[in-house]
């Protein structure tokens, strides 16, 4: 499908990718992984057109269609929904045309390709599209102009999924999103038809919905079979047959080298020399593996312990606006070794929590009780526009530390991994990881009793992202955390807080149970909507029993469940086929049409999961 062959591309000098080649294939998802700044979004606008090569060639199948989230949201004064359906260029056009056209040839043709690329449909898939990223059907009715930001970033993810093209390029698509948001666009990605290919540091998305890992480092590109974590474990399998191939040919070099001194001027052992000189000049290097060092996280403990619980809420309410709480009878204490993530979707109120928790809101009502000496340390992914573009990290630790010498401060600022160039650059220059570490470096500076992370793995590598879980995990103080990264959470978190219907409460259960809770809401959403559809009535309605009996209902039951396992048997071996790359060069009809069918599968099963929940109601 999409065929990248010998890309050269240079910026500001410097060498972005050499000679890379590549071939993903159709109908599969790919995960481009890579260490920040190693050129993945540049690769992207490469693929677009956007910007040229150096050298080398990007080939597509011809009336193939690419698509890509917008850079620019969405504002508008038009409705959500309307700016989704305006992402599929061809709907738009031919409805415009299907107004106006007159002559009947075009009329038809017209709505043959309406039919063809299913338009009857396209408002309710619009819809499932903006219900699954978060939009009530309320706001969906509502203009872009009313939404902040992100959440128009949101609107533009959801624009270039409901196109529909042949081929997907997602950067960074989590970033916009909650952890809900988050599971739906990984059930989305996994059951889209075509191929997608997306920039991504989210471990969980890459090891649950991309079947190929593309790896750009050094300016090579390197296709793995697999998730992100069989990526890895072929990653260190090729390194240490590295290492092990080198040590191997620096022996022999050795042993050579050492016929030649001993015998080069003997006359009867010089063609022997010589001729091991040769094979010496021939021997080819093998590369010194260089591996990248991730620079660490450091939070400080807390130097004085304080008793439990460090904090306390009784029956408390929150909210901006004077009798409108956000939130109400919050009832939880929070102890010295707890570490909690905070589940719901944006704008139950998560942040509004943590703010109240920062003492950058008050109870409206209840009581909050905290010791005088506690002290909070808050990150939040929205800092990031507030940091002084003109300052340098070591102007701010230099704020911090007034009366402590230069050394002082410097060794601090490398203890956080600000070296002396970074420590004097000014944050303009900063990569967002950058300055993402600075904001870990000023929240934690005092060393706080409890760390409160918002959305904390935005702008961070994966293995930047490991190097954070590490320092939470040292970190003895307490943890609340906010992300949509699954894998930090099950990494760092012991136990899980609900912020939902307008209060926080525990959630007593595991996030396997939370993502199967997040998926039956949506399933329950989506047929609340079917339902609410007008629909003509029968013209001689059957009148049905009150209540099917228990024994008809089980029957249903097992009979859906037969379905559901004959589904996930015909997709098994599917996958099985799909996943030897021989089928791609030497089949690739066959290959085309077992992806097609695995598609059409998927949709089946989702739906026969939906009658198997309504079954159970």
Not at 196 to 221: P, Q, T, W
Not at 343 to 360: E, I, P, V
Not at 442 to 465: C, G, K, M, Q, Y
Request: a negative charge; aromatic letters at 6%.
């Amino acid at each position: 499908m999409l065929h990248i062959n010998g890309l050269t591309y240079r910026i500001g000098g410097r060498l972005l990718l050499e000679d890379a080649s590549v071939a993903v294939p159709e109908g599969h998802k790919v995960g481009i992984v890579g260490r920040n700044g190693v050129g993945k979004s540049t690769l992207f606008k490469l693929i677009l057109g956007e910007l040229p090569s150096e050298s080398g060639s990007i080939t597509l199948p011809r009336n193939a269609k690419i698509g890509t989230v917008a850079q620019e949201a969405p504002g508008g004064e038009e409705t959500l929904l309307a700016t989704v359906m305006a992402g599929d260029a061809e709907l738009s056009s031919l409805l415009a045309e299907a107004e106006t056209a007159t002559d009947p040839h075009r009329i038809a043709e017209i709505q043959m390709r309406l039919a063809d690329i299913d338009a009857h449909s396209a408002e309710a898939r619009a819809a499932t599209i903006l219900s699954g990223l978060g939009f009530s059907e309320e706001r969906q009715q509502g203009p872009c102009s009313a939404l902040s930001g992100g959440w128009r970033m949101r609107v533009a993810l959801a624009a270039a999924l409901f196109a529909k093209p042949d081929v997907l390029l997602l950067d960074e698509p989590t970033n916009y999103l909650d952890l809900e948001g988050s599971i739906w666009l990984k059930s989305f990605i996994r059951d889209y038809p075509h191929t997608i290919v997306l920039i991504s540091h989210d471990r969980d998305l890459l090891n649950e919905a991309v079947g190929f890992i593309l790896h750009l480092d050094r300016g090579k590109l390197t296709l793995y079979q697999g998730n992100y974590d069989s990526f890895e474990r072929q990653r260190r399998e090729k390194q240490a047959l590295t290492v092990k191939l080198k040590k191997k040919q620096e022996d022999q070099r050795k042993h050579m080298m050492a016929f030649v001194e001993r015998f080069r001027y003997k006359a009867s052992k010089a063609r022997q020399a010589q001729s091991r000189l040769k094979a010496l000049s021939k021997l080819e290097p093998i590369a010194e593996l260089v591996e990248d060092r991730v620079a660490p996280f450091f939070f400080p403990n807390p130097e004085k312990a304080i008793a439990p619980p460090l904090v306390k809420w009784d029956k408390v309410s929150i909210g901006y606006a004077e009798n409108k709480p956000v939130l109400r009878s919050i009832t939880l204490r929070l102890d010295p070794d707890d570490r909690i993530a905070l589940l719901g979707s944006n704008g139950n109120g998560k942040s509004t929590f943590a703010k109240l928790l920062c003492g950058k809101l008050e109870a409206m009502g209840g009581e909050m009780k905290l010791p005088g000496r506690l002290t909070v340390g808050y990150f939040a992914q929205h800092q990031l526009d507030e940091i002084s573009p003109d300052r340098t990290p070591y102007s701010y630790f230099a704020a911090l530390m007034p009366d402590e010498p230069e050394s002082k401060r410097r060794a601090k600022l490398g203890a956080y991994g600000f070296g002396a160039n970074l420590a004097d650059s000014p944050c303009a220059t900063l990569s967002g990881g950058e300055k993402a570490r600075l904001l870990f470096a000023l929240a934690a500076f005092h060393a706080p009793h409890i760390l409160v992370l918002d959305e904390p793995t935005n702008h961070l590598d994966v293995d930047s992202r490991e190097a954070l879980i590490m320092a939470i995990n040292d970190y003895e103080g307490a943890v609340i955390l906010i992300s949509h990264d699954r894998h930090i959470i099950e990494t760092c978190v012991d136990d899980l807080w609900l912020v939902h219907d307008g209060t926080v409460k525990r959630f007593d259960g595991d996030m396997d149970e939370y993502t199967q809770l997040v998926l039956e809401r949506a399933r329950a959403s989506r047929r609340a909507e079917r339902a609410a559809v007008p629909r003509e009535p029968a013209p001689e309605p059957v009148r049905q029993p009150a209540r099917a009996s228990a024994a008809s209902v089980q029957k249903a039951v097992e009979k859906l469940d037969k379905r559901m396992e004959d589904i996930r048997g015909k997709i098994d071996i599917l996958d099985k086929a799909l996943s030897d790359p021989a089928i791609y060069s030497e089949e690739p009809k066959k290959a085309g049409d077992f992806t097609r069918l695995r598609a059409k599968l998927s949709t089946e099963l989702e739906e026969i999961e939906n009658q198997w929940l309504e079954a159970q109601m």
